[in-house]
């Protein structure tokens, strides 16, 4: 008799600490019910990247030396540097660099310890194309400076999701969600 006592007491226990358990789970829930959606409209919206954003890097062909600095410190050794010796000047002449984005894990090892700065993070994050051999960019295409985001006339920049205003979290009027009532 005073083991089966027992045992309903340890069940008891049990269920009681289960119900605790599912009370906290529904008042995660419900708190996140009261919440307004923090999305933003994308190709309209943009956030603003942080100032240590790590993005396309851009390259400055007439500071390079073509030291290779870049390619022996990335972990797959991933920009290509042609350059030729000249031998009157018994200097290193830079033919052509380029890094293929497809690959990269946008480290910023290149960039940091490059000596003479020619490369640096750009905030250009929209790399996406329908080809990956697109993404493979010549210095041509990495001396393009991109257009900033706080500049593009065609969007809205949102600063940081936390500091939005009331009237901007209320969410898309088109939107349908179950906190909107």
Same mark, same amino acid.
Do not use: D, H, Q, W
């Given at each position: 008799m005073f083991a089966m006592v027992n045992g309903l007491q340890r069940y008891s226990q049990q269920a009681i600490q289960a119900a605790r358990y599912i009370g906290q789970g529904f008042m995660v829930t419900l708190d996140h019910m009261n919440r307004l959606p923090m999305t933003i409209q994308y190709p309209y919206e943009k956030l603003v990247p942080s100032e240590r954003f790590r993005g396309r890097i851009h390259f400055e062909f007439d500071k390079c030396i073509a030291c290779e600095v870049c390619v022996r410190v990335c972990?797959?050794?991933l920009p290509v540097v042609d350059w030729e010796l000249k031998g009157s000047v018994r200097k290193k002449q830079l033919k052509s660099y380029s890094i293929d984005f497809?690959?990269?894990?946008?480290?910023?090892n290149?960039? +940091?310890?490059?000596?003479?700065?020619c490369l640096s993070?750009? +905030? +250009?994050?929209?790399?996406?194309?329908?080809?990956r051999h697109e993404l493979n960019y010549d210095q041509i295409?990495?001396?393009?400076?991109?257009v900033s985001i706080i500049h593009d006339p065609t969007t809205q920049t949102v600063s940081s999701l936390?500091?939005?205003?009331?009237?901007?979290? +209320?969410g898309h009027p088109d939107s349908r969600s179950v906190t909107s009532l």
């Open positions: 972990p797959i050794n497809g690959v990269c894990i946008f480290c910023g290149c960039v +940091e310890y490059c000596p003479t700065n993070m750009t +905030e +250009e994050y929209e790399l996406s194309t329908y080809n295409a990495l001396g393009r400076l991109p936390n500091y939005l205003s009331k009237g901007v979290m +209320e």
